[in-house]
């Protein structure tokens, strides 16, 4: 099965993770909130799957392109 | 009696006074309550209040100015300073305010040193990774020529409303921009007497852009056209590249437009002081406590221009309906012109960026990016959106320099 991993996509802070590992997961389903610039925004799932992993944690800071969590 | 007069009975007789000091308190109201543009419009509402208590409150924007019919020297408050017999040029300040307007706005030295703290805020990574974006950020200014040729259409026909000379017509122009301190540069060199009524009208409108933006995205974008998928990552952008970037900007912007030079030079000194790498300290006062400074002292000045005895005609409601115009008219030409580059790009970006062309950082790469999200959860045009809205800064800034070297 095809893994997909979530990167961040600016830098920012986690406020919230909402996925646990080993869930299923939908298409479109929030995976974590990064703060960026002030605002919150969810980062989702590309596909259907299970969480494999997950590399942050709230409060954790992220750079632009690191990894966020493996779905798979 | 006893030279102790108090203001009561003047204030009654002027209805300019008592309701100027509820729009003063209506703008102290929108900063305190709903958090619209507090940092300025509760400086401004305090301006306004204290200009429009009839003397010693209007004291604090009076002249000493020549009476050309007695040949003597008065003191006046402002809203005399503007109409005969005085003659404006060659006043003094002599209040506090008027001092602050006189040498910190007609000398034009606040409104770029406000570029300058801007400058050491602003990341040109986004630019520089997508230097296409330039040029969306260019597109925005479009709505800014397009309202000022509405607005000088309408006074050249006549209409009350709306009967503006060429200065007044680029000074509206330019709230399209969505940009405070560019607004109070060009209004202030070629239309000093609506000051205060183009001030307030681009800050509320940068207050608004959530509002006012997504209805005209969506009017000029299918929703197939929305849900364009950006890839998230930017290239990497080197520090030599972000240091090289101001120093090249400045050299060939201000060859372009001179008349842009204050504006645009402090802009890339900032920016040059937060990417240098050594010069930490000035970046941080510059953007931190000395741009506060600043703000305060701008807010109350442009608050104290807004005297009841000029603001309140109905030519102020002329401006704000023109800045309204300018303003959707720049979200409006970002779009298209971000539709027109489309057609000629192999990898499509999604239009809705181009309504970050207009400069209000980072409001309207938000709105971009809140939209982005909705129609397709997977899009991250943040950062897209960052790179017209930073070009829509030098673009304004450039615009205004267009306008004073054309009109000034």
Redesign the interface.
């Known amino acids: 099965m095809a893994e997909e991993i979530i990167?961040a996509?600016?830098v920012g802070k986690i406020i919230e993770v909402m996925a646990k590992v080993g869930e299923k997961i939908a298409e479109?389903d929030v995976v974590c909130t990064l703060e960026?610039?002030k605002?919150e925004?969810?980062?989702?799932s590309?596909i259907d799957g299970t969480v494999k992993e997950i590399k942050v944690a709230a409060g954790d800071t992220v750079q632009?392109?690191a990894e966020i969590a493996v779905i798979e | 009696m006893f030279g102790l007069e108090t203001g009561f009975g003047e204030f009654f007789t002027n209805y300019q006074y008592p309701v100027m000091i509820i729009i003063g308190l209506t703008l102290i109201y929108l900063g305190i309550a709903k958090k619209m543009e507090p940092l300025l419009l509760v400086p401004i509402g305090l301006g306004v209040i204290l200009v429009n208590l009839p003397w010693p409150g209007e004291g604090l924007m009076a002249y000493e100015v020549l009476n050309s019919s007695t040949g003597l020297l008065e003191t006046i408050p402002y809203q005399d300073y503007v109409q005969p017999p005085y003659n404006m040029a060659g006043g003094e300040p002599v209040g506090l305010m008027s001092r602050i307007f006189h040498y910190g706005l007609s000398w034009e030295i606040m409104p770029p040193l406000i570029f300058l703290g801007l400058g050491a805020l602003t990341d040109f990574g986004p630019v520089i990774a997508n230097p296409k974006t330039l040029l969306l950020g260019a597109g925005a200014q479009f709505g800014v020529y397009f309202a000022m040729i509405v607005a000088f259409g309408l006074g050249a026909a006549g209409l009350g409303w709306f009967d503006f000379q060429m200065g007044e017509a680029a000074s509206i122009g330019i709230i399209g921009g969505a940009d405070g301190p560019t607004t109070i540069f060009v209004t202030n060199r070629l239309a000093p007497t609506i000051l205060g009524a183009t001030a307030v009208a681009a800050y509320s409108y940068m207050a608004l852009v959530p509002i006012i933006q997504p209805p005209i995205i969506k009017l000029f974008t299918s929703k197939k056209q929305r849900q364009i998928y950006m890839k998230?990552?930017?290239r990497a952008v080197s520090n030599r590249e972000k240091i090289i970037f101001p120093l090249m900007a400045t050299i060939i912007i201000i060859l372009l437009v001179p008349a842009s030079a204050p504006l645009v030079g402090s802009f890339m000194l900032g920016n040059l002081l937060l990417v240098s790498g050594v010069t930490d300290r000035l970046s941080i006062t510059a953007g931190g406590g000395f741009m506060n400074v600043l703000t305060i002292l701008l807010g109350v000045a442009v608050g104290a221009q807004m005297s009841g005895f000029i603001f309140l005609q109905q030519k102020t409601l002329g401006i704000f309906a023109l800045g309204l115009v300018a303003f959707m008219a720049a979200t409006a030409f970002g779009v298209i012109l971000a539709q027109i580059m489309n057609l000629f790009s192999k990898t499509k970006i999604n239009p809705m960026i181009g309504a970050a062309g207009v400069s209000a950082v980072?409001m309207a790469?938000?709105v971009v990016?809140?939209m982005g999200?909705k129609e397709n959860?997977?899009n991250?045009l943040?950062?897209h959106a960052m790179g017209p809205n930073i070009a829509g800064v030098i673009g304004t800034a450039v615009a205004a320099g267009v306008f004073i070297s054309m009109i000034g």
């Open positions: 990167e996509p600016m479109g960026s610039m605002m925004n969810p980062l989702v590309p632009a392109g | 998230p990552q930017l980072p790469s938000r990016q809140r999200q959860p997977r991250f943040l950062m």
